[in-house]
């Protein structure tokens, strides 16, 4: 190929149409590649799902089924904790993922690259969460295939349970996403926010319950309104209504839940898309799109 | 002749020392390049030259002052500008590419994000691989290249959107020599036989004065001058002086240059491969340029060139900016 075939190849019409799906599908991809890159790393991934539950199923034969009963979750810890274990790597996800990929990107010196193109960057960041989404999917999937076929966790799942379950799933994403994105668009601006961001996250995954019931914190009440501010704790609490309790509808504490989180994620979407521009336009402010 | 990139006192501040100095990197910069222009920003490190360069690719916004590329606002009409634009940022020396992806796969993924049409990208990745001898390792993960052949994906990348106006900065470096001297004849024909406007960094005088139609100097912020290589030697010469080139000994062709009247002095006898080049300061040029020949031809020396000597961007460059780094 030479000079000239080259420009003849400039020479062409092009007709382009912009399709954010179209863009969208392209960081998805490549974020996908990337992630198929490490095959090593997928592999040990699959491999601590399975320890995890079976470690779960341990720690649930020491758990007293009485005291359990007592908080109202029915008798298996197994089946108790699974729902935690099997959503609490997308509150992580939606946590730190996109603050985590903004900064590879900064470093990586991409992000300007991407920037100049005429990809909305929104669709660029929303697509770059999609990494952590598959990653949490592929373990959300293995945790309740392992504990329930594999060790005879007794999770109610029929198509009613499951059409709840997945309305207090997806308002769980979108509202502690939401909070993903304050916590990217403080982070692009300050760089060095990441401990911050795990420290919510942690904080976030030990109040909301994740491993124990939440009726344990009565006698500790400022823990337990702090538990409260936090989306996720609803949507556990209303997950696990539906699949532990088999709770169907009209349930008033699903009920409550869903409506919590749909106000949490009216409040906070807003916010958390408000603060992202904030932070991109103020390291373009600051020219730093390649700093760290 | 159309505008494709205008500036109008263009400014970037930016917080030094943790917030408390301001310090100046483009100063009221007004610049005005042409369509299809080849344009170099030349200065030295430190000048400012990245930051206006940003500053067109709407990643930096300005403090104060517009710009206007390919007709539309930096600011207002960014998505618009960057539908125009290619930009190349050399000095990343490959580190702005996915590392984890393949070269074409690299060079996919920035195709689907300028909405190329599939069968037009895939076209075009196939030529930049080859053109860029990068086809045999084109899918090999980018992180196993030297700094020479990331630079070339980049540069693939950067050309692959067809765009109008490329801002490229410092765009062969990392390339070896033959590397360099093919991106540079592909820059030049993008510009002379497709119309592309140019705007691109260097720290290579020499570069700058083979493709250049029209430099901008800049210092500390600021254009210091803006014209073709040409012209910013003569406006920028401290003597009157010419430049006689000729085969034979030296010595006889300085006494002869000595005797003339209108010759001040010898400034400098620098022997070349095949010639000898005598710089001389002189009282009027155009009187020297008639009467060096005749002299020498009366002395039976036939000189190959008598012509004003001006100085080299070099000098210019180094003239301009106070001898900057």
Known sequence: MNRLEIL?????????????????????????????????????????????VVMYYFVGLQVDPLRLSQSGWGTSYLAFSLVGVATSNYLWACLTRLSHSIQHEIRGGTLETIAVTPVNMLVFFIGLTARGYLV???????????????????????????????????????????????????????????????????????????LYPLELLKRFPAVQFLSMLFPYTYALDGMRRVLILSASMPDVNVLTDIVVLAV??????????????????RIRREGTTSSY | MNIAVETER????????????????????????????????????????????????TLVIPDEGTARVAGFDIVKDAEKVRECIGWLHGETGGRALYWRLSARDNLRFYAYLQNIPPDIARRRIEALLEFFELSKDADRLVKDFSTGMKMRVMLARTLLSNAPILLMDEPT?????????????????????????IVFTTHNIFEAERLCDRIAVMNKGKVVAVDTPMRLSEVTRKYRGVEVRFRGPSEEAVKILEGLDVVKSIMSVQPEEDHTVIRAEV????????????????????????????????????SLTGGGS
């Open chain 1, 8 to 52: 003849q190849l400039f020479r062409d019409e092009e007709r382009r149409s912009k399709s954010g799906l179209r863009q969208l599908s392209a960081v998805v991809w490549a974020q996908l590649k990337m992630m198929l890159a490490y095959k090593s790393w997928l592999v040990m991934d699959l491999l601590s799902t399975f320890a995890s």
């Open chain 1, 136 to 210: 949490s999917l592929i373990y959300l999937v293995g945790v309740f295939t392992v504990g329930v076929y594999g060790l005879g966790a007794n999770l109610s799942f029929n198509p009613q349970s499951f059409l709840i379950f997945i309305v207090l799933f997806m308002l769980m994403l979108v509202s502690n996403q939401a909070l993903g994105l304050i916590a990217a668009g403080i982070i692009m601006v300050y760089k060095r926010g990441d401990p911050l961001v795990f420290i919510l996250a942690a904080v976030n995954e030990f109040l909301a319950g994740v």
């Open chain 1, 264 to 281: 949490f994620s009216l409040i906070l979407v807003p916010i958390g898309l408000k603060t992202l521009e904030w932070g991109y336009g």
């Open chain 2, 10 to 57: 263009l400014t970037k501040y930016f917080r030094g020392d943790g917030g408390k100095e301001r310090i100046v990197a483009v100063d009221h910069v007004n610049l005005s390049v042409r369509e299809g222009e080849f344009f170099g920003l030349l200065g030295p490190n430190g000048a400012g030259k990245t930051t206006l360069i940003k500053m067109l690719c």
């Open chain 2, 173 to 197: 470096v990392g390339l070896d020599a033959t590397g360099a001297i093919e991106t540079r004849r592909l820059l030049q024909a993008l510009c002379r036989e497709l119309h592309k406007t």
């Open chain 2, 283 to 318: 009282k009027d040029e155009e009187q020297a340029l008639s009467e060096i020949p005749k002299a020498f031809s009366s002395n039976g020396l036939k000189p190959i060139g008598v012509q004003l000597a001006l100085p080299s961007l070099e000098e210019v460059f180094l």
